[in-house]
C-alpha cells in the first residue's frame, strides 16, 4: 500500500515514518507536522504516535483499515514466520512454540487491535470523516481501480499519468513485483484475498469474533465502498 501511495504522490512527495507523537508545533520529542510543506508524505503504521489534537482540516489525509478478523488471522502467521529482531533465537523459537501451540483460533479470538479501529472510528465520526479518503484491503484486492483513483483525485493526479507504474502493484501481478516478495510476499500465510479468516478459523471462532468485534465491523461496512460491504458480514 505505501508503494502505491508513493507512485501516486509523485516523485516530488518525501516519506516521512511516524517515530514519535505527532504534533502541530515544533517540540522536543515530538514529531512536527508541517502543514504548510505539501511535499511531505507522513505515515503513521497505527495509532501509537497518533494524537486526537492534530487538525485533520490542515491535510490531506488517507486511512487504510483492514477487517479485523483476517488481520487477526494474518498476524498468527506472521508471529509464527518472523521473530522480533530484539530477541535472541532462544527467545525467538519460545515465542514461535507459544503461539504455535497456541493455534489460530485461540491466538485469532485473543488478539487485541481495538486501539487501532477507535483511533479510526473517531476519526471517522468526526468533523473531516467525510473528506479523508478511506482504503482499505478490500479495495485493494477487489477495487483496485476505484482505489488509486480516489487516490489520484487526492493527490491530484491524473490516473493515466501512473497507470503503468502501477501495473506491478496490481493483485494479479505481485507475483511477480520483486518488492513485494523482498518484504515477504510469498511467506507461508501471506494472502491477496479478503476473508481469510472464513477459510482459517473454525466456524464458532468465527461466531464469537463477529460478536467481540461488532463494532470494528461496523466501522468497515459503514466506510469502505457499499459495493464491498457485504465482505464484512
Not at 62 to 72: E, K
Not at 94 to 118: F, M, P, Q, T, W
Amino acid at each position: 500500500m505505501l508503494r502505491i501511495l508513493q507512485i501516486i504522490a509523485g516523485p516530488a512527495v518525501k516519506l516521512r515514518p511516524a517515530n514519535a507523537p505527532a504534533a502541530m508545533e515544533k517540540g522536543e520529542g515530538k514529531l512536527f507536522l508541517d502543514w504548510k510543506n505539501q511535499n511531505i508524505l507522513y505515515w503513521f503504521r497505527g495509532p501509537r504516535h497518533w494524537t486526537a489534537d492534530v487538525d485533520l482540516g490542515a491535510f490531506r489525509t488517507v486511512m487504510h483499515f483492514r477487517d479485523p478478523r483476517d488481520l487477526a488471522c494474518n498476524q498468527y502467521w506472521w508471529a509464527l514466520q518472523h521473530p522480533n529482531t530484539i530477541d535472541s533465537p532462544e527467545v525467538a523459537e519460545e515465542k514461535r512454540a507459544k503461539v504455535e501451540a497456541e493455534g489460530i483460533d485461540r491466538y485469532a479470538l485473543g488478539r487485541n487491535n481495538s486501539a487501532n479501529y477507535a483511533a479510526m472510528r473517531e476519526a471517522s465520526e468526526g468533523p473531516f470523516g467525510p473528506v479523508i479518503t478511506w482504503t482499505s484491503y478490500t479495495q485493494l484486492c477487489c477495487a483496485f481501480d476505484y482505489m488509486t483513483d480516489n487516490l489520484c483525485r487526492m493527490f491530484h493526479r491524473a490516473p493515466s499519468r501512473v497507470a503503468e507504474e502501477l501495473r506491478i502493484e496490481r493483485p494479479e501481478n505481485l507475483a511477480g513485483n520483486a518488492d513485494w516478495v523482498k518484504v515477504g510476499g510469498t511467506w507461508k500465510g501471506s494472502d491477496i484475498t479478503p476473508g481469510r479468516f472464513r477459510r482459517d478459523l473454525q466456524p464458532e471462532t468465527i461466531a464469537a469474533m463477529n460478536k467481540k468485534l461488532a463494532r470494528d465491523l461496523e466501522f468497515c461496512r459503514n466506510r469502505d465502498a457499499a459495493f464491498l460491504a457485504h465482505h464484512y458480514s
